[in-house]
């Protein structure tokens, strides 16, 4: 029979991440601990949410990444990625944007649960590049075209 975890401690979500391969570095801010790691060169952090009965341990958890905007963010960004992908959310916070995802284990959930969310994530975080990239570039052709069309009605607009 599979042993069911149903709650999580800093020290064992290390070792989970560890074993899949991943640098971790656990931190504490205010009391508060969390987990930084990284995937694809894009770092992360691991928050731990709602307590456990067990001292030190966790009914969930949530992945977070958070980018630094430098200037102004196209409109519609967050809300197109929201619309379009499930199991993450993204959202803009101050001059941050923020992909989260939550992973709950409250029920009692399977090492191969835990694995599977750490997978579901770091693939998300490459949508995430592959995302934002693409959606930059869409937006300056977009803008290269209406530029484009407001000197053609100029030009006719002169004759």
């Known amino acids: 029979m599979t042993q069911l975890i149903a709650h999580v401690s800093p020290q064992s979500l290390t ?7 991943y640098r971790v570095n656990q931190t504490e801010q205010n009391g508060i601990v ?4 990284a995937s694809q060169g894009i770092g992360y952090a691991v928050r731990f949410g709602n307590p456990a009965a067990e001292q ?6 949530t992945f977070s990444c958070a980018l630094r ?12 990625w929201n619309a379009s992908r499930r199991f993450a959310r ?12 939550d992973v709950v284990v409250a029920a ?3 090492a191969d649960y835990l694995r599977g969310n750490l997978e579901l994530w ?7 590049i592959v995302y934002l990239r693409d959606y930059s570039q869409n937006a300056a052709q977009l803008q290269t075209q209406v530029e484009t069309v407001d000197a053609s009605e100029q030009e006719v607009a002169a004759l």
Not at 34 to 37: E, K, P
Not at 90 to 101: A, H, I, N, R, T
């Open 15 to 21: 070792q989970a991440l560890q074993a899949a391969g």
């Open 34 to 37: 969390q987990l930084l790691s």
């Open 56 to 61: 030190g341990s966790y009914v969930d958890f």
């Open 69 to 80: 905007v430098q200037g102004e963010l196209p409109a519609g960004l967050a809300q197109l």
């Open 90 to 101: 993204l959202s803009v916070q101050g001059e941050f944007l923020v992909m989260e995802m």
């Open 108 to 110: 009692g959930v399977s």
């Open 122 to 128: 770091d693939r998300l975080l490459q949508e995430f």
